[in-house]
DNA sequence: CGAAAGTAACTCACTGGTTCGTACATTACA
DNA sequence: TGTAATGTACGAACCAGTGAGTTACTTTCG
């Protein structure tokens, strides 16, 4: 074997592909949630990275499928972010405080996701819908909501007798809807809800809000 | 001047012409709202209506125009709705929760408005922001909040020091979420928000979740 | 051991269909 | 005759996707 560098292995060649086709997800990633899944175009991602449009194509199949993969890699790591939330040792009030916080900043630092979520909403979630490992992607988020609801419960300090689910659809409504339509929130009532200012403040209101509501007994006075 | 129908006076062409521009705004509301700005094709649009491609740019100018115009049209449609709310004579417990039901209701009955704005806010605003109809749009919504928050306020109903738009922006993320994301949401939690039983269930919280928030002292016990 | 066959990664040039927009002719009416 | 409205046909750009090969390495097998 020479020791030129020419000489390259079959492993090193896979794990040039393989970054490869993490750097065309990356900038496929940008373009479609920049653009929509119309808008966006193959050419101009094959030209924001090192490959050309035909290796595009080699590895992923269509641009149907490269947006479907863009999902699934932007879903897979949301998951995975969710997965190291801790809140089990914390009391009921303080944990479902913690978990919309952390929600929020989750919104708050994936602003591409967003916009990939809104995009998928547009058609209907059709492509989500075709992905198989996206369609079996039941979250644990509602495992751990379901737990602190039921201590909650348990030691009275929620009265309201909540699901789950619409807690966990009410937390994400906030932190979507601050993140997703601050655009034309912002151009009808002139605030940017993403501003240092606003964004410390309704942080805390998330959290205050779910509180709130958990607490609150059906109709006093 | 003859009897016959071919005669057509002046005033009566300009009426044909508007009804077919509203014929055309109609098409293409649902046309973008279905496809996202870039999907949408004027070709198909044309074929929709008793017009050709030709009359809509003579009319319109060109795509984004009319995109603009459709927006303009909805906007004004829902700020015409909102107007006729009335809430004033309602002690502010129930003036909040009946608004927060009516946000909700108007979300549920204008789906394509809903996606339009998703869409717009994709396109982070930039159409909205060429129109100047719709960048002085001020909504009457938040002087009508204000009020009822000073009244609960003044009553001894509401605790929390809540502003107008934080209150806005908390009620119609949860409308806009529950309708905007019912697609994504329902692949992955395999629940429908848009189904009879959770709509009715779902309505009933947004007045509860708001009433809760600013009846809620910040921390007893 | 070495030639031949095989294979994954990659290049270049191209195409067929689509889509926004318009030039030009024509009609309806003032 | 002049002007606004409308039909027809077309152009030019764009864009997803591909055909046909090339390179560089591995595997097979005589």
Same mark, same amino acid.
């Given at each position: 074997?020479?020791?030129?560098?020419?000489?390259?292995?079959?492993?090193?060649?896979?794990?040039?592909?393989?970054?490869?086709?993490?750097?065309?997800?990356?900038?496929?990633? $940008?373009?479609?949630?920049?653009?929509?899944?119309? %808008? @966006?175009? &193959?050419?101009? /991602?094959?030209? =924001?990275?090192?490959?050309?449009?035909?290796?595009?194509?080699?590895?992923?199949?269509?641009?149907?499928?490269?947006?479907?993969?863009?999902?699934?890699?932007?879903?897979?790591?949301?998951?995975?972010?969710?997965?190291?939330?801790?809140?089990?040792?914390?009391?009921?009030?303080?944990?479902?405080?913690?978990?919309?916080?952390?929600?929020?900043?989750?919104?708050?630092?994936?602003?591409?996701?967003?916009?990939?979520?809104?995009?998928?909403?547009?058609?209907?979630?059709?492509?989500? $819908?075709?992905?198989?490992?996206?369609?079996?992607? %039941? @979250?644990? &988020?509602?495992? /751990?909501?379901? =737990?602190?609801?039921?201590?909650?419960?348990?030691?009275?300090?929620?009265?309201?007798?909540?699901?789950?689910?619409?807690?966990?659809?009410?937390?994400?409504?906030?932190?979507?809807?601050?993140?997703?339509?601050?655009?034309?929130?912002?151009?009808?009532?002139?605030?940017?809800?993403?501003?240092?200012?606003?964004?410390?403040?309704?942080?805390?209101?998330?959290?205050?809000?779910?509180?709130?509501?958990?607490?609150?007994?059906?109709?006093?006075?």
């Amino acid at each position: 074997m020479t020791s030129q560098p020419l000489a390259r292995a079959a492993g090193e060649r896979q794990r040039d592909a393989d970054r490869t086709k993490a750097e065309i997800l990356q900038v496929a990633q $940008r373009e479609f949630a920049r653009h929509g899944y119309a %808008g @966006a175009r &193959v050419d101009e /991602i094959a030209e =924001r990275t090192r490959t050309t449009k035909r290796m595009i194509y080699y590895y992923f199949g269509g641009k149907e499928q490269l947006y479907i993969a863009v999902l699934e890699k932007a879903y897979t790591e949301v998951r995975a972010a969710e997965q190291t939330v801790d809140v089990a040792h914390l009391a009921p009030v303080e944990a479902i405080r913690t978990l919309a916080e952390l929600t929020f900043d989750h919104h708050d630092a994936h602003r591409d996701f967003i916009k990939l979520v809104g995009i998928e909403n547009i058609h209907e979630a059709e492509h989500i $819908r075709k992905s198989e490992l996206l369609a079996n992607l %039941g @979250a644990p &988020v509602l495992d /751990i909501i379901s =737990r602190i609801l039921d201590a909650g419960q348990e030691s009275g300090d929620f009265v309201t007798e909540a699901d789950a689910i619409d807690v966990h659809m009410m937390i994400s409504a906030f932190c979507f809807f601050r993140v997703a339509n601050q655009h034309t929130f912002g151009a009808l009532f002139g605030r940017d809800m993403t501003a240092p200012e606003h964004r410390a403040r309704l942080r805390t209101m998330v959290g205050e809000l779910t509180v709130a509501y958990l607490r609150a007994a059906g109709a006093p006075a």
